[in-house]
């Protein structure tokens, strides 16, 4: 059973520029939640999604901004780029994303420059 | 919104002793608190949760207990072993997850 896959796994990009990271979710699991994780610090909540709907959005600017399609997938941007964006960009999935075990992917490393 | 703060932030044990990350919280509504074990270079993995309805949750070396009146909640590691060495995530979870800062564990051998 393949787990939560995110695209790409690194990425680099100059300020000002547009990006867009990828996510599938476990099969079966309906909700996906992003967070940022900056070197030395707890993952930030950034966006949750259920069945294709907007569930919460952390304490970020309009810059950020996701969808989620209906095979569950999501995708998150990010426009404008900031030196400040620069992170690790995690994805997570759960069956229904409210108070239960969030099976989170490897990542995406973001580098702005 | 919830702030959730975690000590400390470093940790260091000799192998086989214990170890112990506290973290509170600040929204009485919170009702799950999962702990996450990150290695460097790795995705956060799920070690051990608690609802709050249940005080105390163990499973084999690890522990998790749970102050509602207090907003806290605690991970205890026995018989600590050197693969036990990487960085600790508590959180709490109303409809969203939000976490602390981690704990950087070190196990000497």
């Known amino acids: 059973d393949a787990g939560v896959t995110q695209s790409p796994t690194h990425l680099i990009k100059t300020r000002g520029q547009h990006v867009t990271l990828r996510c599938s979710p476990i099969?079966?699991?309906?909700?996906v939640s992003w967070y940022q994780q900056v070197l030395g610090q707890g993952p930030q909540f950034i966006f949750q999604?259920?069945?294709?709907?907007?569930?919460g959005r952390g304490n970020f600017p309009d810059r950020f901004s996701a969808r989620q399609f209906p095979n569950y997938s999501s995708e998150l941007n990010v426009n404008a780029l900031l030196l400040g964006d620069s992170a690790l960009y995690l994805c997570?999935?759960?069956?229904?994303?409210?108070?239960?075990?969030?099976?989170f992917g490897s990542g995406t490393q973001l580098s702005v420059l | 919104g919830e702030n959730v703060e975690q000590h400390p932030s470093t940790l260091s044990v000799q192998e086989g002793d214990s170890a112990v990350i506290k973290c509170t919280y600040s929204?009485?509504?919170?009702?799950?608190f999962p702990w996450y074990k990150q290695e460097l270079g790795k995705r956060p993995q799920l070690i051990i949760d608690?609802?709050?309805?249940?005080g105390e949750k163990k499973d084999q070396r690890i522990a998790v207990t749970l102050n509602k009146t207090a907003k806290h909640f605690s991970l205890h590691i026995t018989e600590t072993q050197p693969e036990d060495s990487a960085v600790y995530f508590c959180?709490?979870?109303?409809?969203?997850?939000?976490f602390g800062t981690g704990t950087s564990l070190t196990v000497i051998p």
């Open positions: 997570a999935s759960s069956f229904s994303g409210a108070r239960e075990k969030l099976f």
């Open positions: 099969s079966g699991h309906k909700s």
């Open positions: 999604y259920y069945e294709k709907e907007e569930r």
């Open positions: 929204d009485s509504a919170s009702n799950y």
């Open positions: 608690i609802r709050s309805n249940v």
């Open positions: 959180a709490a979870s109303t409809n969203q997850f939000y």
